[in-house]
């Protein structure tokens, strides 16, 4: 069936550092990607999302690339900030039996000063 | 902008009670959903609904239902609270694949329950 694997935290980095975080999926067809963000003590926000191979989805400095040949949708940000410190959940859209995300078990980042 | 919310940020309840944690959403969407979270083991599907009155379990249905009376309302109920199902628990909605194409989700802020 459709999974999605992240790279286990928690990442610890210092203000402006360069930032990855590893997502690589299993699916049937061509579903769409996410990345959602989580907050301390929030519901989860969408970050950005790509809906076909070699789309970049991108939002507050961070990117992300579809690529159907690594089957990977890897979070990138060249330059990350304290207040990036947060969950970071990869998820794979429905396919067209289902309607719901299958998600990561989520990456923690935390950025110093 | 869509707006998801769930009735409490934080409860607490006793083992063997009935909870109610409703979850409420603005943008008439079809899809909605109940996932729990907890540390190393990301988000699990409990319950989702794709209409008025349907429902299908999700991965972890097991000691919960959900009712769906009306459009923008899902309940999650926890029939007996028992202290394993002490979690986070976060709603979300969408609009259907066919519809939108996509299957983005919208998710409210969370409930924190503890079960004691």
Same mark, same amino acid.
């Given at each position: ?9 928690? !990442? ?35 970050? =950005? ?42 998820? =794979? ?15 923690? =980042?935390? !950025?110093?000063? | ?29 079809? %899809? ?6 907890? $540390? ?5 599907? /409990? ?12 991965? /972890? $249905? ?14 999650? /109920? ?5 202290? %394993? ?10 609009? $259907?694949?066919?519809?939108?194409? /996509? ?5 409210? $802020? ?7």
């Amino acid at each position: 069936g459709n999974s999605v694997t992240q790279m286990e935290g928690p !990442v610890t980095l210092s203000e402006e550092a360069f930032l990855t975080i590893n997502c690589t999926y299993t699916a049937t067809g061509y579903p769409s990607l996410f990345w959602y963000v989580q907050y301390p003590g929030e519901g989860l926000q969408l970050l =950005l999302k790509a809906t076909k191979a070699d789309d970049k989805g991108s939002n507050k400095g961070f990117e992300a690339t579809y690529r159907k040949e690594t089957t990977s949708f890897h979070l990138e940000k060249g330059s990350v900030q304290v207040s990036d410190s947060a969950v970071y959940f990869c998820a =794979l859209g429905p396919n067209q039996a289902g309607t719901a995300l299958i998600f990561g078990k989520g990456t923690t =980042l935390s !950025v110093s000063s | 902008d869509v707006k998801v919310t769930q009735s409490s940020r934080y409860l607490v309840k006793r083992t063997g009670e009935k909870v109610f944690l409703e979850c409420v959403q603005d943008m008439d969407h079809e %899809n909605m959903f109940w996932y729990r979270q907890d $540390p190393g083991l990301g988000l699990r599907l /409990i319950y989702f609904s794709y209409d008025v009155k349907m429902k299908e379990k999700g991965d /972890i $249905p097991e000691g919960y239902s959900v009712s769906r009376e009306k459009k923008e309302r899902f309940s999650l /109920i926890l029939e007996s609270a028992s202290t %394993n199902q002490t979690s986070m628990y976060l709603c979300a909605s969408s609009f $259907p694949q066919s519809r939108q194409g /996509i299957g983005e989700q919208y998710f409210g $802020p969370g409930t924190r329950l503890t079960v004691t």
